[in-house]
């Protein structure tokens, strides 16, 4: 009798594991067809993979970055990304999910810590633009 229960509740967990997946892959289309934003993960990109695809990728981040990023991580800050008003970019949602996972009391709010996350990243880039524009280079 446990190892039905058991066996009914692993099938029950895989199922919501796949909705969840799809539900994401929905949404990495939507963004990049509606507002051209390229969602990508540890610099693989998403779009056209299919859900085996997709938990492949995630199950090799969580060995390469040993941190636990799961699907509903990436779900998560998936719709939040829909919310937040962006021009067309490309953003690496592995690498937010882990960003997430290394300060979790700043992504409790997870509006706030994609805003500042990508805002982080604006300054960088300003200022990295500025250190290349103003690189003056001396030919012997």
Same mark, same amino acid.
């Given at each position: 009798?446990?190892?039905?229960?058991?066996?009914?509740?692993?099938?029950?967990?895989?199922?919501? *594991?796949?909705?969840?997946?799809? +539900? $994401?892959? @929905?949404?990495?289309?939507?963004?990049?067809?509606?507002? &051209? #934003?390229?969602? /990508?993960?540890?610099?693989?990109?998403?779009?056209?993979?299919?859900?085996?695809?997709?938990?492949? *990728?995630?199950?090799?981040?969580? +060995? $390469?970055? @040993?941190?636990?990023?799961?699907?509903?991580?990436?779900? &998560? #800050?998936?719709? /939040?990304?829909?919310?937040?008003?962006?021009?067309?970019?490309?953003?690496?949602?592995?690498?937010?999910?882990?960003?997430?996972?290394?300060?979790?009391?700043?992504?409790?709010?997870?509006?706030?810590?994609?805003?500042?996350?990508?805002?982080?990243?604006?300054?960088?880039?300003?200022?990295?633009?500025?250190?290349?524009?103003?690189?003056?280079?001396?030919?012997?």
């Amino acid at each position: 009798m446990s190892t039905t229960v058991n066996f009914e509740e692993e099938v029950f967990q895989q199922a919501l *594991l796949r909705r969840a997946t799809v +539900e $994401f892959i @929905n949404i990495v289309n939507n963004l990049w067809y509606d507002k &051209s #934003i390229e969602l /990508v993960f540890f610099r693989n990109p998403l779009i056209g993979k299919r859900a085996s695809e997709v938990m492949n *990728l995630i199950n090799y981040a969580k +060995e $390469f970055v @040993n941190k636990p990023i799961t699907i509903q991580d990436a779900l &998560s #800050i998936a719709k /939040v990304i829909q919310q937040v008003d962006l021009p067309a970019s490309k953003l690496d949602i592995g690498k937010l999910a882990y960003e997430c996972h290394l300060n979790p009391k700043g992504c409790i709010d997870k509006i706030t810590f994609i805003k500042k996350q990508l805002l982080l990243m604006e300054k960088v880039l300003f200022y990295m633009s500025g250190m290349i524009t103003n690189t003056v280079i001396h030919i012997k």
